[in-house]
């Protein structure tokens, strides 16, 4: 069955250093997520992203975070200069379109901000 | 964004049937219902979704009541693989995001 993945699985970074998680949507795909879960609390929307535009945003969003898909299969979520609060398990998930509601998502990556 | 309730936690006895109920009295006519859980360490997992009928697959039936305010996702044979943490979530037709709620915690007794 067609999964997304994430890499990497877990990642250490320092105060104000820049961060690229990186997620393969499932192939046929066509709209993307990045949400979070900050260790013990719900899990939080942050971004939806469709035909290369960010289509709808959370107010976690800043201008701290970006998110892009470099070529055809990867997307990724990038934020400029990480803070302690950045901290958390970042999960990426995909939907075929628009009457395909279910949200396929990823196993996650846990962002470590030293 | 329209709200849901659900009790912080349930137990059950392996190989019985599970009700987790959700309320959610200010669902708008276009909410679709979703149910994901999520299991230890892992990402949210899709369950079941549906409108305003009652909704069958593999792993769950969704029992939704007559006015909308209120559902049950049944989990018919509980395993402990399905310990998990159970969010029923409302998505309305103009967003594509789920908003999580805290969800149920169902523990799972051999």
């Known amino acids: 069955e067609p999964e997304v993945t994430q890499t990497p699985s877990h990642q250490v970074t320092q105060m104000g250093q820049e961060v690229i998680l990186r997620c393969v949507p499932i192939?046929?795909?066509?709209?993307f997520y990045w949400y979070r879960q900050i260790l013990g609390q719900k899990v939080e929307f942050l971004v939806s992203?469709?035909?290369?535009?960010?289509?709808?945003k959370s107010e976690i969003f800043d201008d701290q975070f970006s998110v892009e898909r470099p070529d055809g299969s990867n997307f990724t979520l990038k934020i400029r200069s990480t803070k302690l609060e950045d901290s958390a398990m970042y999960f990426c998930?995909?939907?075929?379109?628009?009457?395909?509601?279910?949200?396929?998502f990823g196993p996650g990556t846990r962002l470590l901000v030293l | 964004d329209a709200k849901t309730t659900q009790p912080n936690s349930m137990e059950s006895n392996e190989e019985e049937p599970v009700h987790l109920p959700c309320n959610h009295s200010?669902?708008?006519?276009?909410?679709?219902i979703h149910w994901y859980r999520q299991l230890p360490s892992q990402g949210p997992e899709y369950v079941i979704h549906?409108?305003?009928s009652n909704v069958n697959n593999r792993m769950a039936s969704l029992a939704i009541a007559e006015d909308r305010k209120s559902s049950t996702l049944i989990l018919h044979r509980a395993t402990l693989r399905d310990a998990a943490v159970y969010y029923c979530?409302?998505?309305?037709?103009?967003?594509?995001?789920?908003?999580f709620g805290t969800g149920t915690r169902l523990k799972v007794l051999a």
């Open positions: 998930a995909s939907t075929k379109g628009i009457i395909e509601e279910t949200q396929y």
């Open positions: 192939s046929n795909h066509l709209y």
């Open positions: 992203f469709y035909n290369n535009e960010i289509s709808e």
């Open positions: 200010t669902i708008s006519g276009t909410d679709y």
């Open positions: 549906g409108l305003t």
């Open positions: 979530i409302l998505r309305g037709s103009g967003t594509y995001k789920y908003i």
